[in-house]
């Protein structure tokens, strides 16, 4: 296995999983995060609860088919697909002229916008980078080569996972 896809793989399975556990961590946290969703145009009654129910399990889901190398192809594709979903919710909401609260990682009081928007294409483009990957790199990396990739995958997870605050004091410097 290549160590650029291991490498993918890890930001994007380390984001979903900080993602899932920020929204099931607590009671307080899930209807936190199911609030929010009320405040989205399309998602009202037994929709944000379908939502709010779904979003957690999906990121779940994605956790797990990136983390086994049988559907690691899966998995990427996947959150191709999910990331197209939420990238177009938060474009949609803005379009709307909504503001609603950003609680993709747990209790942040950033409301969504382009700094979301920037944020998902680069978990855009590291999801079609694993496509690619995952169907034509047939290589295989040392064991340096894996903990280099993994250790690097997870300090970029870790800036993304922060990517609003970082944003935020990104503004208050300028």
């Known amino acids: 296995m290549a160590a650029g896809e291991i490498a993918l793989r890890t930001v994007l399975a380390v984001v979903f999983a900080v993602a899932f556990v920020s929204k099931v961590r607590s009671r307080a946290a899930f209807d936190g995060f199911a609030r929010t969703l009320g405040g989205l145009g399309l998602l009202r009654g037994r ?19 990136l983390g086994i190398p049988g559907t690691a192809l899966a998995g990427f594709a996947a959150a191709l697909t999910v990331l197209a979903v939420f990238t177009g919710a938060v474009g949609r909401e803005l379009a709307a002229g909504r503001t609603v609260r950003c609680r993709c990682f ?3 009081a ?3 916008g382009t700094t979301q928007i920037v944020r998902n294409l680069v978990l855009l483009g590291c999801a079609a980078a694993g496509v690619v990957l995952a169907t034509t790199n047939r290589g295989s990396a040392s064991t340096w080569a894996l903990v280099l990739a993994v250790g690097g ?11 609003d605050d970082l944003a935020t004091l990104a503004r208050a410097s300028w």
């Open 47 to 65: 929709r944000r609860t379908a939502a709010a129910i779904a979003v957690p399990v999906v990121e779940a889901g994605l956790v797990a088919l």
């Open 106 to 108: 747990g209790s942040g």
């Open 110 to 112: 950033e409301r969504i």
């Open 153 to 163: 995958a997870s300090l970029a997870a870790a800036f993304i996972v922060r990517w």
